[in-house]
């Protein structure tokens, strides 16, 4: 059944996955690209490394602004309006090789470039949960991976001074902004609050992931910013050149996948730990190639490696977080991890470019395994000494001796219902598209129950405890498209009948016999009144 329920959420977000290699093709283009024609230019390592961090710079603006933007604007209409302006600065990039240009129109395209991966991020990690949330995303990664790893392979097939290279960004951009328009993925809830979550607030919720965040931004950020003069100094040009960049991405695609299966099964921060070592080990082997170089073959398995655990990090602390916060937050909450992963990322090249200015440009993995070092230190630390809080009932613990039976869903409706604890990827999409009130909410529900593995009595108490203002609408339209199932319908919602909410019984019974004969509403009154008169029945007998 997980397989199942994962493919039903894979066929639902697929357009989103698809998008999102046009944006990491064009960001691993810009990254590998500009370096190489400023170094070319004659700039030197820290100035490259300082002009190259005002990307950063821009992430960091997109957190705070971002979401605002798409709130404003919706997700869609703010994909295409950022899409195009990163479309006219690539068009800038191959004309201007000035250095305070350039870091304009990096801050530029920073901001412009994490707001589309803001909409995209936010969207995946609400229409997820617990149980799929590591394998979705890290196909996610996946996808990123597949698009950065084709960009070193432009850069083998023309030359650097070809316009053609920054044509190819236009190219990425629209055919994403085409695949994004015609999504009919429904846009998730957003938050009334736009402004992103507080730092405190997300160390709160997990300080595992705000770390592993930092960590991320300091590592990925040298790595695509600054890895190219590092493949300059050991003299790798053309297919070498494309092999060991590739080999970088494609470490990253290859890693995702497995790292996702077992995020979704053992500790997140054991995991991670884990891959802070085999990181380390691979960084240490890179610099032993400084030394006593290894065959092209090897050094580029090296990087293979390398890439992966690299990769690995970002995804992992989005996890770690999402895992404990309100999917109505994901907006703020994706906007906070990109102004924590934005910081490190201005800092880190500048720090390393100084380094690597003043002892050579093997420095960069003498500074990437220290922060592996530290990251994992920080991790097994938090796992052995520092246990997470588990999360406390949304109500008092009861004591009861009533043997109710519970219906098909196991849910207990005198709990706080939330969207966000919906087990099934397929009922929490639906219900996520129902809060926002469709102009035809029966083709959703159509679509949802013969789409899926779905029974019409495992949505109706969902549908009730959901939207319980719309509960008669909504079942109303439930027994229309299978009327046969009426009687079950109505046994399905026995838990919220005996709560004797005298409003939402009302709303029910109107939903329940629409469309209904005489005898078929004859029958409903009759099994709701049976259901209180048990009840009332167990009371006074446990009284008694």
Known sequence: MLRKLTNTTLYRVQPLLLTVFGIAATQYLFFLLLPL???????????????MSFYAFGAIVAGVFGAKVIAKVGHIRSFSLMSAIVVTLSAMHSFYDNLILTGVLRAVAGFTLITNFITLESWLNAITDKSNRGKIFSIYQICVSIGGMSAPFFLNSFDLTD?????MVGVFLSISIIIMSLTRLPMPTISDKTDPMSIKDMWRASQSGTVACFAAGLITSVAVTLITIYTKDRDLTGLPLSLVLSSLVIGGLIAQYPVGWFADRFDKRTVTSAIMIIGTISNLLIIYDHFHPFP?????????????????????????VFDNIDPSDAVRATSTLQITVGTAAFLSPILCGILMEHYGSITLFYYTAMIHVLLMVFLMGRRIFAKDAAQESTVPYQVTTDQITLCRTGLDPRVEYRISDVGDPTIKLLLEALAQEPHDPTILMKSALDGSHLHPTDIAVHLVLALPKHSD???????????????????????IIILRKHRINALVQEGLCEGATQEEREQVHDMIQDALRQVEEEEQAAAA
Do not use: C, N, W
Request: charged fraction near 10%.
């Open 163 to 167: 316009p053609r290279l920054f044509a």
């Open 473 to 495: 609408a909504l079942i109303g339209i439930l027994v229309s498209l299978y009327p046969e199932l009426r009687m079950e319908i109505t046994q399905s919602l026995y838990e």
């Open 37 to 51: 024609q400023l170094k070319a230019a004659g700039h030197k390592t820290d100035s490259i490394g300082l002009v």
């Open 296 to 320: 092209l073959f090897t050094l580029a398995m090296i990087f293979l490696v390398a890439g992966g655990s690299a990769a690995a990090i970002f995804p992992l602390s989005v996890t770690q």
